[in-house]
């Protein structure tokens, strides 16, 4: 079956201006994340989504950041006035549904590419 | 949120065993220890997944001591294709803590 997908798979941006990306998980996965990979680094975890709700936001960067998943499906993370600090890779995964004691392995996509001018 | 540490490279030649350490002094009761695989300009790939004791699948293997203050990632026989980043991801649930990574070059 069709993995993770993401799009766009490269997004050049001005400073100062908003993106949105965009997540596509497994069927049927109802668990979904949001990591960034700057240059060289190592992943940084963003938010987790359990369905439609985030049960905890503050991994996410600063204010600018906001994630929303809607249908159990479908997830969008929207950089407000983006600054070149947020020039990195954003990675989605998904994973059957999670809970204290249970975690499942997680599906990333290829990430996107985010470049801020 | 436990903090994992993890070597940042590691050589090997083809044929070896590798094993790669991580350590997670502040892991708490209910998370799990998994390690992912990444090659450039892709998402990482699932390698293997434990709690306690040790773990084995087709690939790799998962030693964890009876603390879980630390995990060893051990790939049998690597070949010139493990050559790739190796994470250490520590939590479960929401409660996540990914290791900066390994880098595992594997030379002929």
């Known amino acids: 079956g069709a993995g993770v997908s993401q799009s766009p798979s490269n997004k050049v941006t001005e400073k100062g201006k908003d993106v949105e990306l965009r997540c596509d998980p497994i069927s049927g996965h109802t668990a979904l994340y949001w990591y960034r990979q700057s240059l060289g680094q190592g992943l940084e975890f963003l938010i987790y989504f359990q369905g439609n709700s985030a049960p905890d936001k503050s991994g996410l960067p600063s204010d600018r950041f906001s994630a929303e998943r809607t249908g159990g499906s479908v997830s969008t993370l929207t950089i407000q006035r983006t600054q070149q600090e947020d020039s990195a890779v954003y990675l989605c995964a998904s994973s059957l549904e999670e809970g204290l004691g249970v975690f499942y392995e997680q599906y990333f996509g290829p990430g996107t590419r985010l470049t801020v001018t | 949120l436990a903090k994992t540490t993890q070597p940042i490279s590691m050589d090997s030649y083809e044929g070896q065993e590798v094993n790669i350490t991580c350590s997670h002094n502040n892991i708490a009761t209910n998370d799990y220890i998994t390690w992912y695989q990444q090659f450039p300009s892709q998402g990482p790939r699932f390698i293997i997944q434990g709690y306690k004791t040790k773990v084995t699948n087709e690939v790799a293997s998962l030693f964890i001591p009876a603390d879980r203050k630390s995990s060893t990632l051990s790939l049998p026989r690597v070949s010139l294709s493990d050559t790739a980043v190796y994470y250490c991801?520590?939590?479960?649930?929401?409660?996540?803590?990914f290791g900066a990574g390994t880098t595992v070059t594997v030379r002929a």
């Open positions: 991801l520590v939590g479960g649930y929401y409660k996540l803590s």
